[in-house]
């Protein structure tokens, strides 16, 4: 089975580490967004989306995070705690799964892409953070109770971007912080520093990115965010 990733992105990261931590074998295609490889020939035959994550497990593909790591969930029968049988705790698992492309991932990335439009990034961001705290967090340990799940892994590594930028999301939010270090734990401090290497090293990449790599990328990120 191959995945194609980037780990500079969210939803790959969160595969990435859903397939290493639960051991499935997998080879690691790396594609490169930044050097416009989504816009390959031979990628367009994996995912005619053009964006990663992506998979191909013989002569099936499939793109998109969410189903990539529910496909690998059902496929390689992982633990029940990442997505539990238990009706209501799936439930609340699948909520946060919906809710997570239009706020907290959109609000990451805009400040991680966008540091010259701050204050209305951070505007939503802000809103996104306190609605994952005060709505999907509580007083629980974990997004569907006392277990870590799917939905805690998408959402780490969707807190994860905007500290790519240089932004400390955790100050002054004790009750996220206690979260993301419950969810390291889970994780495992090695894995999670892996996953991430990359994505806390962008800055500098980015800053010193040539315009000419940029011209695949920024203008539809831009385009997006507007
Ligand atoms: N909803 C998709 C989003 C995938 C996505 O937007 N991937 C971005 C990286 S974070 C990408 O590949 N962008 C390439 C492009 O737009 O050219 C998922 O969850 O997998």
Redesign the pocket.
Known sequence: MELYLDLY???CRSVYIFASKNNIPFEFKKLS?LEGE?YGEEFGKINLI????ALRDGDFCL????AILLYLAEKFKTPDFWYPADLHQRACINEYLSWQ?TTVRLHGSKMFWLRDKLDSALEDLNGSLKLLEEKFIQDKPFIAGDNFSLADLVAIVEVMQPVGSGLDVFEGRPKLSAWRDRVQAAIGKELFDDAHQSLLGAQESVTLMDASKMQF?KP?ILKLFM
């Open positions: 992105s969210q939803p967004l989504q053009r964006k990663v994550p793109a998109e995070s969410i492309h990328f539809k």
